[in-house]
């Protein structure tokens, strides 16, 4: 059984930083490539970054510079590093993997807010 489990999440200032983490169990970890998406109220769920099995990353336009998306092999773990963040940031995110299908975790909230 596929497990994916989030944390990291809370209320942040506008301008600071946080860090996600999402343990993945139930895979072959390092050949998988693991994302995070966001949703916040009123929208739908939209991709913030993936990782490839290799290390190569991709970001939403809107989280380019700010974000920074890793992984940990060792430790079955993808991260989601948040900087500089803003309000438009608040949102459950979620991290999400496809392994024979698409298997998705219960979402961590962030909160942007001063």
């Known amino acids: 059984q596929v497990r994916l489990v989030e944390s990291g999440g809370g209320l942040v200032q506008p301008g600071g930083s946080l860090r996600l983490s999402c343990v993945i169990s139930?895979?072959?970890?390092?050949?998988?490539?693991p994302g995070w998406y966001r949703q916040a109220p009123g929208n739908e769920r939209e991709l913030v970054a993936n990782?490839?099995?290799?290390?190569?990353?991709m970001y939403a336009d809107s989280v380019k510079g700010r974000f920074t998306i890793s992984r940990d092999n060792a430790r079955n773990t993808v991260y989601l590093q948040m900087d500089n963040v803003a309000s438009e940031d608040t949102a459950v995110y979620y991290c999400?993997?496809?392994?024979?299908?698409?298997?998705w975790g219960r979402g961590t909230l962030v909160t942007v807010s001063s």
């Open positions: 990782i490839s099995s290799s290390g190569t990353s």
């Open positions: 139930g895979t072959n970890f390092k050949i998988t490539a």
């Open positions: 999400r993997v496809y392994w024979r299908r698409e298997w």
